[in-house]
Each structure stands twice: as structure tokens, then as C-alpha cells.
């Protein structure tokens, strides 16, 4: 059974930095695409970064040079580093799983495993 747990949001004042973990469990990383989302209130979930089973990764243009997504294969855990961070950035971030090798797909729908979400607030 898969299991995504976020943690490591918080409040953060613009130009700050979080970083973001997601334990999973039931899931190989290298038979997983892994991605990051976030949703703001009012907003559809948008796609933040992705990382393939081989490690390949995309970021959203707009986290470019400020978040960087890896993986943990051992500790089996997902990471966010969130740096420069603006007011623009609020929102719940989601981790994700789905299974797929060296693919990782652009639609939300196409995820088929989802942790609770952890609120990340910037203030200006």
C-alpha cells in the first residue's frame, strides 16, 4: 500500500527558504516518477517539479534556479528546496507518485498516489 507523507512547510517571509520532505512507502523510486504540486486558494493545482525513476528532472518556469527537487533512494524520502521564495509560492504542496520508468507525466490526473499537502506561506 502506498503512503505519501509530506512535512516542512511553514511561514516564511519573501526571500526565505523551506525545504520540503515526503516519506513514501509502497513505492521504488526507481519504478516511480515522483512530482511536486501546489494549489492556491482559488487555483488549479499546478505541476511544481517532477523526477523520473533515472533522475531526469523539470521545473516549472516559474521555480527555475530557486527549487530544486531530489530523492533519497535509501531513506525512500522526496524533497523540495525552496529558495528565494516569493509571496507567489503560497499554497498547499502535494508530493505524488505514479508508477512509470523514465517518464513522468504533465497531468495532475495521471498521479495515481497523493500525500495530505503542507501549507507553505510567504509574506511580503
Known amino acids: 500500500q502506498v503512503q505519501l507523507v509530506e512535512s516542512g512547510g511553514g511561514s516564511v517571509q519573501a526571500g526565505g527558504s523551506l525545504r520540503l520532505s515526503c516519506a513514501a512507502s509502497?513505492?521504488?523510486?526507481?519504478?516511480?516518477?515522483m512530482a511536486w504540486f501546489r494549489q492556491a486558494p482559488g487555483k488549479e493545482r499546478e505541476r511544481v517539479a517532477t523526477?523520473?525513476?533515472?533522475?531526469?528532472?523539470f521545473y516549472v518556469d516559474s521555480v527555475k534556479g530557486r527549487f530544486t527537487i531530489s530523492k533519497d533512494v535509501p531513506k525512500n524520502t522526496l524533497y523540495l528546496q525552496m529558495n528565494s521564495l516569493k509571496p507567489e509560492d503560497t499554497a498547499m504542496y502535494y508530493c505524488?507518485?505514479?508508477?512509470?520508468?523514465?517518464?513522468?507525466?504533465?497531468?495532475?490526473?495521471?498521479?495515481?498516489?497523493w500525500g495530505q499537502g503542507t501549507q507553505v506561506t510567504v509574506s511580503s
Open positions: 509502497g513505492v521504488t523510486f526507481s519504478t516511480y516518477c
Open positions: 523526477i523520473r525513476s533515472d533522475g531526469a528532472t
Open positions: 505524488a507518485a505514479v508508477g512509470a520508468r523514465y517518464y513522468c507525466p504533465a497531468a495532475r490526473t495521471q498521479y495515481n498516489y
